[in-house]
Antibody, heavy 118, light 109 residues
Framework: QVQLVESGGGLVKPGESLRLSCAAS????????MSWIRQAPGKGLEWVAH????????HYADSVRGRFTISRDNVKNSLFLQMNSLRAEDTAVYYC???????????WGQGALVTVSS | EILMTQSPTTLSVSPGERATLSCRAS??????LAWYQQKAGQPPRLLIY???TRATGIPARFSGSGSGAEFTLTISSLQSEDSAVYFC???????????FGQGTRVEIK
């Protein structure tokens, strides 16, 4: 069965960096787009970024462009999110999700909590 | 950016009754719309894509309808396990800026 397991969350200060990872199993990882989606505490869902199966298509939300970088390793079946210059408003649970083309998200991980606070 | 607006914010329905959730887009998204269910402490689960196609394993009591800018998720006979927040999401625009509605909380009376 499809499994997505995020790791790397934690507490950081404003301006610091953090790298999230997502380990995928149960499907052919290299066949799929992958995305990061976040959810601030008690709030709704915000799409952050997605990456195509072979890295040639990447898009970011305006709120993170220039600060966050999405990448993947198809050999290790892993997705990453490098987050730099973190702000308090980046505090959220970050989900990795298998993505159908660039369209919708058919499987989600359990999420990794990122807290940005001084 | 395409804004998605859901109504009502909270819906209280008795078991066995019908629940009707609405989602409106700020412009037409054709039928490029998905619905998700999120239970407390869990990640979202895909229910419906392409406005009306049920995802794998989703019970037949969940149905989606609509096109353009107006969409509806119907739970035909509410079960206790359907208590959750439901989100709609569009995937129409290019370059892709995927946006979600703010959610409708469904409570069991």
């Amino acid at each position: 069965q499809v499994q997505l397991v995020e790791s790397g969350g934690g507490l950081v200060k404003p301006g610091e960096s953090l790298r999230l990872s997502c380990a995928a199993s149960g499907f052919t990882f290299s066949d799929y787009f992958m995305s990061w989606i976040r959810q601030a505490p008690g709030k709704g869902l915000e799409w952050v970024a997605h990456i195509s199966s072979v890295d040639d298509t990447i898009h970011y939300a305006d709120s993170v462009r220039g600060r966050f970088t999405i990448s993947r390793d198809n050999v290790k079946n892993s997705l990453f999110l490098q987050m730099n210059s973190l702000r308090a408003e980046d505090t959220a649970v970050y989900y990795c999700a298998r993505t159908i083309k660039t369209y919708y998200f058919d499987y989600w991980g359990q999420g990794a909590l990122v807290t940005v606070s001084s | 950016e395409i804004l998605m607006t859901q109504s009502p914010t909270t819906l209280s329905v008795s078991p066995g009754e019908r629940a009707t959730l609405s989602c409106r887009a700020s412009q037409s998204v054709s039928n490029n719309l998905a619905w998700y269910q999120q239970k407390a402490g869990q990640p979202p689960r895909l229910l419906i894509y392409d406005a009306f196609t049920r995802a794998t394993g989703i019970p037949a009591r969940f149905s989606g309808s609509g096109s353009g800018a107006e969409f509806t998720l119907t739970i035909s006979s509410l079960q206790s396990e359907d208590s959750a927040v439901y989100f709609c999401q569009q995937y129409w625009n290019w370059p892709p800026r995927r946006t979600f509605g703010q959610g409708t909380r469904v409570e069991i009376k």
